[in-house]
């Protein structure tokens, strides 16, 4: 398996970006579609944003189409978000997760049989008015 290190959170003021970063160590890192989730206090964890092995595929929810971005580098074993016009409802706990098969992690939250392989310990967001 791989491990999972995500960085690059804290605060930031609404209408701001942020970018999160996932490094991984371990397994070979391209034999991995790659995942972003949050979890807000009280809620559940939310799926945001999925990219292919190759990084030739993104999906991305509803909520958060056109203002992330999910993207990979392969040489440098990383996943990133790329967080524009960031919401107070964003405030959350990112996380990435790592799985073999990319719908894995696209349907994470909503098929309770599917469960990516790893996770990392998350990173917090917190949008300010």
């Known amino acids: 398996q791989v491990q999972l290190v995500e960085s690059g959170g804290g605060l930031v003021q609404a209408g701001g970006s942020l970018r999160l970063s996932c490094a991984a160590s371990?397994?070979?890192?391209?034999?991995?579609?790659m995942g972003w989730f949050r979890q807000a206090p009280g809620k559940e964890r939310e799926f945001m944003a999925a990219?292919?092995?190759?990084?030739?595929?993104?999906y991305y929810a509803d909520s958060v189409k056109g203002r992330f971005t999910i993207s990979r580098d392969n040489a440098k074993n990383t996943v990133y978000l790329q967080m524009n016009s960031l919401k107070p409802e964003d405030t959350a706990v990112y996380y990435c997760?790592?799985?073999?098969?990319?719908?894995?992690?696209?349907?994470?939250?909503?098929?309770?049989?599917?469960?990516?392989?790893?996770w990392g310990q998350g990173t917090l967001v917190t949008v300010s008015l």
């Open positions: 997760a790592a799985d073999p098969i990319l719908h894995t992690i696209i349907v994470a939250t909503t098929d309770k049989d599917r469960y990516p392989e790893v």
């Open positions: 371990g397994r070979t890192f391209s034999n991995y579609a």
């Open positions: 990219i292919s092995r190759s990084g030739g595929s993104t």
